[in-house]
């Protein structure tokens, strides 16, 4: 089957906003280390826009996204209601963090490519959700890589030995350059499990609309 094609507000989203058929919530989490680029990255997703003097997140930060998927090939339209938590990294917060990823379906693991410790601190989060995920939870786990707009490759070895060894999904981004991010959210979308969607408010308000206007 063809992959669906992803409607962004980047795209056609901001001319035609389609109807979906379906639609589905999902709660997204983003934890590492402070300025390590978690809500550039999310302000590149939700809104194609970056901030070079981004103050550092106090507590955490919740933005909703909506996120239209069309599949070529029978043309339904899927709108998946994003549920972004991006915590906030500096380690005085650090406690706070189980009240975000409880209930999340995916966790985005992100470490700065220039600032190897930044690994570290990944590799933290990726051990505290596995084992989390050990009591019966199922949150996916996605390791990102930020700032390759920086990176020259010095820390390469080093990354790809620990990456290899985490066995999870890794992506390299730039939330300055945009480079990487579809990618990482396309991954999220074509992973979701289909069970989640339920008949679309956008279709049912259509619906009875129909009804209203059909009646009397
Ligand atoms: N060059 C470059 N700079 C980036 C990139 N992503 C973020 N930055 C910069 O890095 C700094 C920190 O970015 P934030 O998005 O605030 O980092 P954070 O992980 O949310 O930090 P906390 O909220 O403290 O946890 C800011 O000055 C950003 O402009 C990137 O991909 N490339
Ligand atoms: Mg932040």
């Known amino acids: 089957m063809a992959r669906p094609s992803v409607q962004n507000k980047r795209s056609s989203q901001s001319l ?15 934890l590492g280390e402070s300025a390590v680029g978690k809500s550039s990255l999310v302000t590149r997703f939700a809104s194609n826009a970056f901030d070079a003097d981004k103050e550092s997140t106090i507590g955490a930060a919740f933005i909703v996204k909506k996120y239209y998927v069309t599949d070529p090939e029978t043309s339904e339209v899927k709108l998946i209601n994003f549920q972004i938590w991006d915590t906030a990294g500096q380690e005085r917060y650090q406690s706070l963090a189980p009240m975000y990823y409880r209930n999340a379906s995916v966790a ?11 690994l570290k601190k990944a590799e933290f989060w990726i051990a505290e959700l596995e084992a989390y995920n050990r009591e019966e ?5 996605l390791l990102v890589g930020n700032k390759s707009d920086l990176s020259k490759n010095e820390n390469d070895n080093q990354i790809l030995e620990t990456v290899e060894r985490l066995e999870v999904p890794y992506f390299k ?44």
């Open 16 to 30: 035609f906003t389609p109807i979906a058929s379906k639609e589905a919530d999902l709660k997204i989490v983003l």
């Open 108 to 118: 985005i693991i992100v470490f700065d490519l220039t600032d190897i410790s930044s």
């Open 137 to 141: 939870h199922k949150i996916q786990i």
């Open 173 to 216: 981004t730039s939330a300055k350059e945009g480079t990487g991010v579809d990618e990482l959210f396309k991954h999220i979308v074509d992973s979701i499990d289909e069970s989640i969607f339920v008949k679309s408010r956008e279709t049912l308000d259509l619906d009875q609309k129909s009804k209203k206007s059909s009646c009397c």
